[in-house]
């Protein structure tokens, strides 16, 4: 199974990607994880993506679409028995060339779930986000928090807010997400692979629907 996750900065695309991933044996690929490590390794695609993804504006097209297409080629050869796609494609142009490559690679799509979230919830949702700095871990400082305030679970580190988690960010950020990231919606309807999760709820009834979408899909 091949998904691919939609939905505005804060829907909850991170959080419930990796529970499902788990649970369905699926590889999860953040775009926007992968571009973060590039940014701590300061590789040459890292050093490119620093300063666009510090103002919450797109890294562009080509460079995203490289490195996604590298990690998929990666899981292909280990055999895996599917991925998904989290904040990848996310414009119009990503998503063609995604197809472009799926169809050569012999791959192809289950389905595009789109976390469907308002604004008021994605601002709280990002307001209160903190992450683990060893392994991006997600917590809320309100609806998941860490068992000591401030502390990873799993590493002891204190949490982090991320950069592009500041007020002037998000505003960017949810432009960007109605300029160029939206209009996926249609693209995904149009295929016939369009499915929607109503993602305002809390993370258990979030997760109840997901898996409810794909219960009987492998
Ligand atoms: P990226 O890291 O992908 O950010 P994003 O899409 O803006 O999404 P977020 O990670 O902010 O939100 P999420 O939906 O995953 O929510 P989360 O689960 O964390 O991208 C960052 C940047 O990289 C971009 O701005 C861009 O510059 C660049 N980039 C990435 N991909 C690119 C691409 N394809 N092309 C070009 N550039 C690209 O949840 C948020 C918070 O809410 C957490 O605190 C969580 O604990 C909490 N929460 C989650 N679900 C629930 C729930 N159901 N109930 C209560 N709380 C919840």
Known sequence: MNLVFLGPPGAGKGTHAEILSK???LVHLA?????????????????QAKSIMARGELVPDALVNDMMFAEIRSLKAKGSEGFILDGYPRTIGQAEELDR??????MSLTAAVNFDASEAVVI?????????????????????PPKTEGICDCHGQPLLTRKDDQPETIKTRLAVYHESTKPLIDFYFRKGILRHV??????PSVQKMLEKLFENTR
């Open 124 to 144: 709280e949702r990002l307001s209160g986000r903190r992450i683990c700095a060893v392994d991006g871990k997600i917590y809320h400082v309100r609806n998941m």
């Open 31 to 47: 775009a926007g994880d992968i571009l973060r490590r590039n940014v701590k390794e300061g590789t040459e695609l890292g050093n």
């Open 101 to 106: 490559f799926l169809t050569r690679e012999k």
């Open 23 to 25: 649970e369905k044996r």
């Open 198 to 203: 109503a993602a305002d709820g809390d993370a």
